[in-house]
């Protein structure tokens, strides 16, 4: 995934990668987003084999943050934030 999205900022940088009500990105601030999150999950020690919960509504935010934990080489788990205490509870020990 995040090389073939390297492959589209560089063809579109300028291109809307992301609308949302609140934001709208093109595929250059995107890139560049997700980047700053991926070095900062990177640094917290995050990478391939691991799994990061994002519990997130739908929003750029979210897409930003998928995108960060795979250019990490980790996973993510996609956790609504609406979900009952004890649903996310046991979506995260499992």
């Keep these: 995934l995040p090389e073939l999205f390297a492959t589209q900022v560089a063809a579109t940088p300028q291109a809307v990668a992301v609308v ?4 709208e990105l093109t595929y250059a601030e995107l890139d560049a987003r997700s980047s700053r ?9 995050v990478g391939p084999e691991d799994f990061v919960a994002l519990a997130l509504p739908r929003s750029v935010e979210m897409i930003v943050a998928q ?3 795979a250019k990490a080489g980790a996973a993510f788990l996609p956790v609504d934030p609406e979900y009952p205490a004890e649903r ?3 979506m995260l020990a499992d």
């Excluded at 949302?20 to 934001?23: E, F, G, I, L, T």
């Excluded at 999150?37 to 020690?45: D, M, P, T």
């Design 88 to 90: 996310i509870a046991y």
């Design 37 to 45: 999150l991926a070095r900062l999950l990177i640094g917290r020690g």
């Design 20 to 23: 949302s009500d609140q934001a």
């Design 67 to 69: 995108l960060a934990v």
